[in-house]
């Protein structure tokens, strides 16, 4: 029952053919007829999934139905969330991941896998806190110097910052009030309304209470009304600040907020699953100034990072926080094997089976180097601020504002908040185009996030063309 590599290669013909032929069948960005057309196709085309006797076919029959009803995040009109198109470099390195099936709870199931994780994840803790990561000429690479433990002593840990993989940016928000939470007992959350939904509810899960919530009004976080927080409730104090919003990719003051917590002696976690990626950028890493200042920052690469799902990080400024994961578990790493030197992996997740979802990062960043990300990054940021030029000059269309990063919000000029929910639905099950929503300056906007590096100006135009057409007059 192993997995050979010559075995695979019939069955990825196989996968390949029928991922083909369900895309040509789908003929969009998502397939027709609602949530129970597809449902209906799916079944048919499924049977019945426990048979008295296996189907030869149930390979090339199951993946082209799930090809025929997915969302298809390569095409140009598929929009509406933060849900970008994998490279082919990745997903091919996800393949070995998948063959390979190594498990990063302790150092005898995933060997080679354990050391890339910690060379990735130290390289994107550089990116994000630059002032704070050491250099080789300070005494060898962060990877070397954590990896040097001779077989009668334990290694001495690292203070250069650290990343820890997730499983998205709920998981590394969920991580960093934990930390939080077990730094400084008794830890508040502070947010404003624009925060991602899993902060208040990773409060809750861990039991800190009840978060505090300040004004966005402009759709970023008010640093008057943090200052008001800040000064009048007891601490500790953790301020969430975010670097692109699900709803516009709006980017909060940080270098205010970043002043206000250290006059407050508040502690600050960013989250940038979003805008994180701008990080790569010379062009627009300036929008992210004060991001190196929190003691955790939320990474997400797969949204403006190209991965297939999951690619979750969280960086941490000071790696003595995660003192607070430390757990012991004999069969995974019991003392003395940690003392004669095999890696302790244990306390790198509240998971225990992970897979080496670190492969797919690891092979992207070296295949495309920074500026080949960043060349990725600008060119969806430039196609945004061509989408948003064109709105603005079209006289039947209202542009929100100019897009942050590459999110665009926009509505008919003449329609209600009914109309652009019912033209957003018709679209969709039609399978013409998938827009968000977003409620912004007390109304509801259309929601296009444009991920995808190959749309061009002819796919924005006919996706306004699109929504054109489907607005009552």
């Known amino acids: 029952m192993n997995t050979p590599p010559p075995a695979l290669g019939p069955l990825l013909a196989t996968v390949l053919d029928a991922l083909t032929t369900g895309t040509r069948a789908r003929g969009g960005p998502l397939p027709a007829g609602g949530p129970e057309a597809v449902a209906a196709r799916l079944r048919e085309a499924a049977g019945t999934i426990l048979p008295e006797k296996g189907d030869a076919n149930a390979l090339h029959t199951l993946t082209r139905a799930l090809t025929e009803g997915s969302a298809d995040p390569t095409h140009p009109h598929c929009t509406a969330h933060l849900h970008c198109p994998p490279l082919p470099e990745a997903v091919a390195a996800d393949l070995a991941t998948n063959t390979l099936n190594q498990s990063l709870d302790s150092w005898d199931q995933s ?33 070397a110097r954590a990896s040097e433990p001779t077989p009668t002593a334990p290694p001495t840990h690292s203070t250069a910052p650290d990343a820890l993989v997730t499983t998205g940016g709920t998981e590394s928000n969920q991580l960093a009030l934990l930390l939080a939470r077990e730094k400084h007992p008794g830890t508040r959350l502070i947010h404003a309304e624009n925060a991602h939904h899993s902060l208040p509810r990773a409060a809750w899960l861990l039991g800190m209470p009840d978060p505090v919530v300040v004004p ?36 909060d003051p940080l270098p205010e907020i970043a002043e206000l917590c250290a006059r407050h002696n508040a502690r600050l976690h960013i989250d940038a699953a979003y805008g994180g990626g701008l990080l790569f950028s010379d062009r627009h890493k300036p929008k992210l100034a004060g991001l190196e200042t929190a003691a955790t920052v939320t990474l997400d690469l797969h949204k403006l990072g190209w991965q297939p799902i999951a690619a979750g990080l969280l960086a941490i400024r000071d790696p003595s926080d995660l003192t ?28 225990t089976t992970r897979r080496a979802d670190i492969l797919k990062i690891a092979v992207t960043l070296k295949t495309l180097g920074r500026t080949g990300i960043a060349g990725l990054i600008d060119q969806v940021c430039a196609r945004a601020e061509e989408f948003a030029h064109m709105i603005d000059r079209h006289p039947g269309f209202d542009l929100y504002d100019q897009p942050t990063i590459s999110t665009v919000l926009f509505r008919p000029r003449t329609a209600t908040d009914h109309t652009v929910a019912a033209v957003r639905r018709t679209l ?16 509801l906007w259309l929601k296009a996030t444009l991920l995808n590096p190959h749309t061009n100006t002819g796919d924005l135009t006919a996706l306004l063309h699109l929504v054109e057409g489907t607005t009552p007059q």
Do not use: K, M
């Open 111 to 143: 060997p080679a896998a354990s050391e890339l994780e910690s060379l990735v994840t130290r390289a994107l803790a550089a990116l994000t806190y630059p002032a704070a990561a050491p250099t080789e000429a300070a005494g060898g690479t962060p990877q």
């Open 216 to 251: 966005a009004p402009a759709g970023t976080l008010d640093p008057a009304a943090l200052d008001e927080a800040l000064t009048h409730l007891p601490g500790p104090h953790l301020v969430a600040a975010t670097a692109g919003t699900t709803d516009a990719g709006l980017i």
């Open 324 to 351: 607070a994961l430390h757990h012991r578990a004999d069969y995974l790493n019991a003392n003395d094997d940690t003392e004669a030197g095999l890696p302790d992996l244990l306390g790198r997740s509240l998971r």
């Open 428 to 443: 969709l099950t039609d399978g013409r185009a998938v827009l968000g929503r977003a409620h912004l300056d007390g109304r």
